[in-house]
């Protein structure tokens, strides 16, 4: 599961997804587009917006879909929400859950970060001279002696930190890029670039 709010998504989403899908021997990774971000504003594109635009970039992508179920609430996105959904449909899948260092370092300030924990696994993506607050190391450390280092099948609690290909694009940017008239081509892939211009976003 990788969650985000995906306006627009871009290669910065893509690459990290795809190697992530790879170096865990992943079946299938599930991006999540949120529908009302818990701790973000209003997006620039609307639910349906986003998910045309991810299921636009991923279509014919072995192991990358798109799940809409966040996106679809009307209420505010809860990570354990999403969790609890999926552990009731699919009782015997291991589940884990993908974020970003910077989200990771407040964690803790999650809705009900434990219960994510017995839920599913999480794998921090590094993000290179960025170090993580001591509560965060803590917290770690704890789920080693809990959990262990290793997501076995059936595992929960687990956290491992992940490398991927850090490409500094920025949704933030892009938009900013396509309010100026400017062409946002190669930072996004051209089906997504095409979807902004023929419906008028950002």
């Known amino acids: 599961l990788f969650g985000g709010t995906f306006d627009p998504v871009h290669f910065g989403h893509l690459r990290p997804a795809l190697e992530l899908a790879e170096a865990f ?22 639910s349906s917006q986003r998910i045309a635009m991810l299921e636009a970039a991923v279509q014919g992508v072995p192991r ?3 799940d809409t179920r966040e996106a679809r609430r009307e209420t505010p996105s809860y990570t354990v929400d999403t969790l609890a959904e999926l552990r009731a449909e699919r009782p015997e899948a291991t589940l884990l859950f993908f974020l970003g260092l910077d989200a990771f ?10 219960d994510i924990l017995a839920l599913a696994n999480l794998v ?4 290179p001279g960025t170090p993580l607050p ?10 080693r002696e809990r959990a262990g280092e ?36 190669f930072l996004l892939p051209e089906p997504v670039r095409e979807y902004i211009a023929e419906n008028g976003l950002y």
């Open 105 to 114: 370092a407040g964690f803790a300030d999650w809705h009900r970060p434990d």
């Open 134 to 143: 001591d509560a965060a190391e803590r917290l770690i450390e704890r789920q």
């Open 150 to 185: 290793t997501i076995g099948d059936g595992a929960t609690g687990v956290i491992v930190r992940a490398d991927v290909t850090q490409l500094a694009i920025s949704a933030t940017d892009i938009r900013h890029r396509v309010a100026a008239g400017q062409n946002p081509r």
């Open 64 to 66: 990358l879909a798109v």
């Open 124 to 127: 921090v993506v590094e993000r």
């Open 25 to 46: 021997e992943l079946r299938t990774l599930r991006l999540l587009p949120a529908h009302r971000p818990a701790h973000r504003g209003p997006t620039g594109a609307n």
